[in-house]
């Protein structure tokens, strides 16, 4: 299973990919993930990171293709892998097949998570997460529901960052719709549905 995971930021791509790799055994690639770790220890890399991050712009192309170049070649990817976050450019969904093409591995799907952006400003600025297991709730959770860990808000979850977040998705990332239906590999599921019937819809999408 080598999928790729479409749509804004909120729209639940985490959530899904979260509940694909523990049914499947696949690897999370989510190159938000890695770009917050970095800035969390301070790597060089996060150092570079941190101020596209904080505004709420994309992170230079050549910086998040060489990490999922890497990340990709990893052992626990050759079982198969969900890409969250990546690719957000049509340079990196070209430098993705290349990539992939290189390593003699096709995508079998790209999934698109649609959710309406006004109810996505709402569910950013209430989201929360663990710091301890990752796990992705809401205010509404004090503690982790998972692992009982400190749920904290992630610094880019603030309105005016989210808002551009937003215009972001809509300029560079929106059209790898296209790019992906060109491709024969787009799948298009409704967000706004509830964790577990989203989650039912993009199974079936993909016959599993
Ligand atoms: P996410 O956790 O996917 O919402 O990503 C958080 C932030 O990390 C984004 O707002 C970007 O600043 C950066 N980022 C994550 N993935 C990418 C990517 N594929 N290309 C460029 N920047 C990225």
Known sequence: MNIVLLGAPGAGKGTQAAKLVEEFGVAHISTGDILRAAVKAGTPLGLQAKSYMDAGELVPD?????????????????????????????????????????????????????????????????????????????????????????????ADDNETTVRNRLDVYAKATAPLIDYYRGCNLLVEIDGAQAVDDVYADVKKALNL
């Open 62 to 154: 050549e910086v998040v293709i060489g990490l999922v170049k890497d990340r990709l070649t990893k052992d626990d990817a050759q079982k198969g892998f969900i890409l969250d976050g990546f690719p957000r450019t049509t340079v990196q969904a070209v430098a993705l097949d290349a990539e992939l093409s290189a390593m003699g591995k096709d995508l079998d799907a790209a999934v698109a998570v649609e959710v309406d952006p006004e109810a996505i400003v709402a569910r950013l600025t209430s989201r929360r997460m663990c710091r301890v297991c990752g796990f992705i709730g809401s205010k509404a959770n004090e503690v982790c529901p998972k692992c009982g860990g400190e749920m904290y808000q992630r």
